[in-house]
């Protein structure tokens, strides 16, 4: 799922191509992509886009009065056009969800691949109808000291989900929570109340600020390929780790894993992988 570095490479592109555009029309590929009905997406037809926005994971095209929240599921994402196709939509036909056609005659696709269909898209006069926004916890490049002390005291979950929980600390998906443990040399099964909070939050900011300076800039295009040239542990299970030369290791659950240094961050102990351990015997 596309993360905060992501996000914003996203918004930032997105400010300089359309702020100032109108939109012509919008056409919906998957029916359970759109979760309101009042407004109606047709409302949208003839008004100024005025901005573009991140909070957490979600991408926000502004207008006067009016926000059109994207949350991107695993597989979501943004395909921008230079011109439109002007091909009709086939319903519930591919990766397609929506298609955004503008006056000047760009567009934007949103799309998810699979069959799972998890992204939304919600038309709302206040960002706080939509529930995960309105549960949405500090930005992770917002939150101080003492907003995230206090959020890892009150949590007794592994810290690895504790920093994928978006009502704690928002815009931190799986691959930036393995990439932060590592350079913090956090386990990501140790509990949450017992991290050193400074140390972990200059490692929030450190690996989020590298992967949006990488970021912004590119178009949508090419930011899936650069964000996975920055990673160190993160999708290199088996490969040699960057600050030790240690080999990666994985741990896999049921639909995503995650990887770390045996090395760095927990003492040179291979962490449970209750999968591959049934595979084993």
């Known amino acids: 799922m596309p993360e905060l570095p992501e996000v914003d490479a996203l918004a930032e592109f997105l400010r300089r191509k359309i702020v100032g555009d109108f939109v012509e029309r919008i056409d919906i590929a998957e029916l359970s992509l759109l979760k309101t009905v009042d407004p109606s997406l047709d409302s949208l037809a003839g008004l100024e886009i005025t901005g573009t926005a991140r909070v957490g994971k979600s991408l926000i095209i502004e207008f006067a009065g009016l926000d059109l929240v994207c949350r991107f599921a695993r ?9 439109v196709p002007t091909a009709p939509l086939k319903m519930g036909k591919g990766p397609l969800g929506m298609r ?3 006056a000047s005659g760009a567009g934007i696709d949103l799309t998810e691949a699979g069959t799972k269909k998890n992204a939304s898209v919600a038309l ?3 960002r706080a109808e939509v529930a995960a926004l309105a549960a949405s916890g500090p930005d992770a490049l917002k939150v101080d000291d003492d907003q995230f002390a206090v959020a890892l005291s009150t949590s007794h979950g592994r810290i690895k989900n504790v920093l994928e929980d978006q009502e704690i600390i928002a815009g931190i998906g799986n691959a930036y929570s393995d990439e932060i443990l590592h350079t913090a040399k956090i386990s990501p099964f140790a509990p949450a109340d017992s991290v050193d909070a400074g140390r972990l939050l200059a490692a929030i900011h450190t690996v989020l600020g590298a992967a949006r300076e990488a970021l912004i800039g590119l ?3 090419k930011v899936k390929a650069a964000k ?6 993160h999708g290199r299970t088996g490969q040699p780790c960057p600050v030790c030369g240690s080999t990666i290791a994985e741990v ?11 090395t ?3 003492g040179g102990k291979k962490l449970s992988d209750r999968r591959m351990d049934r595979l084993l015997k």
């Open 75 to 83: 597989a979501g994402w943004l395909v921008w056009h230079d011109r």
């Open 100 to 102: 955004i056609r503008l």
């Open 124 to 126: 709302v006069s206040d």
């Open 219 to 221: 178009p949508p295009s």
């Open 228 to 233: 996975k040239r920055g990673f160190s542990v």
């Open 252 to 262: 896999s659950f049921a639909e995503k894993s995650l990887q770390y240094c045996p």
């Open 264 to 266: 760095c961050q927990t």
